[in-house]
């Protein structure tokens, strides 16, 4: 079974392009698939459909949230369909398997207003001018394309030679868009650039290595910043911009990006393109987030407010 998986995973790595970060969850939850039936002593050739639906049955009763379990069967599915087109199985026994309901809740996401305090933090921080562009770039870059953090920390620094008013990006599977920037985002990315050339120069005088392909180069083993350094650098802002008591991610900032170009007047599709969306259900959860705003601004500014009933939607 864990020699089959290991096949998958490297065709999935291969013919999908898919990140470190999704190969290792899909080894994950396949890798507990297989310590459950090892423990069972269940082999791959005689896994049947009830088989697969009791372990589902395990995880429910074991408290995992209905959306892992929906992650667990995605990931199982995927595998028995690979089997199944590979001949290793006759047959595809996950493939008619219903997962729980999910329910569907709305992103977390922040006004323009906390955006404006977080990225004025950003221009404060760090303890030289090196750190503080960084930080700087970093935060505008976010805001001002809606990328996903590992697109963000691993951006070649050729996509920003020339000062760009579009950014090419690498997303899921390897897709690129295009991106605009904007002029705050462009001046900070100049600013940082104009550091980062020079500490990449001086490095390379003392040390002999060449400069990073990195915009933004870091000490790991994979060259540039990291997706849990990052993570909490923006939690160290949120909590100097004062808002430390909500849960502010780099993902949150992905979710302001789109909600805030959505009440502006932009178009789902547009949205849907810029923030690397390959289904337009994905990004439809952001008119949800308009639609709670606007219900909330009528409630509170109506003079017939007092006649609106104020419960939420069930």
Request: proline share 5%; hydrophobic share 40%.
């Amino acid at each position: 079974m864990r020699a089959k998986i290991q096949g998958f995973l490297q065709a999935a790595r291969a013919e999908l392009g898919l990140s470190d970060n999704s190969i290792l969850a899909y080894s994950r939850d396949l890798g507990d698939f297989a310590t459950y039936i090892a423990a069972r002593n269940l082999t791959f050739d005689s896994l049947g459909r009830a088989e697969i639906q009791a372990y589902l049955l395990s995880l429910d009763a074991g408290g995992l949230s209905p959306a892992t379990r929906a992650r667990r069967l995605s990931a199982l599915r995927q595998f028995f369909r690979f089997a199944f087109e590979e001949g290793w199985r006759k047959d595809d026994p996950a493939a008619r398997i219903k997962g729980p309901a999910r329910r569907k809740s709305l992103p977390k996401t922040l006004t323009e207003q906390e955006v404006d305090r977080l990225l004025t933090c950003a221009a404060e921080f760090g303890n030289t001018p090196y750190e503080s562009a960084r930080t700087l770039c970093l935060m505008q870059l976010l805001y001002a394309t809606g990328m996903r953090v590992s697109e963000l920390v691993s951006l070649p620094v050729n996509a920003a030679r020339g000062d760009p008013h579009m950014l090419l990006i690498r997303g899921k599977g390897g897709k690129e868009r295009m991106v605009p920037l904007s002029n705050s985002a462009r001046i900070a990315l100049q600013n940082w650039l104009s550091l980062r050339d020079g500490a990449e120069e001086s490095r390379q005088q003392k040390t002999g290595r060449p400069p990073s392909p990195f915009l933004f180069p870091g000490r790991g083993k994979e060259g540039h910043l990291g997706r849990v350094w990052f993570y909490g650098l923006v939690r160290t802002l949120a909590e100097a911009a004062g808002l430390g008591s909500r849960e502010v991610t780099p993902h949150v900032l992905r979710h302001a990006f789109a909600s805030h170009l959505l009440a502006h007047g932009a178009d789902l599709r547009v949205i849907q393109t810029l923030l690397g969306h390959a289904d337009i259900s994905t990004t439809e959860i952001y008119t949800h987030v308009l639609d709670a705003r606007l219900k909330a601004l009528v409630l509170q500014h109506h003079p017939l407010a007092h006649a609106i009933d104020p419960k939420p939607d069930p």
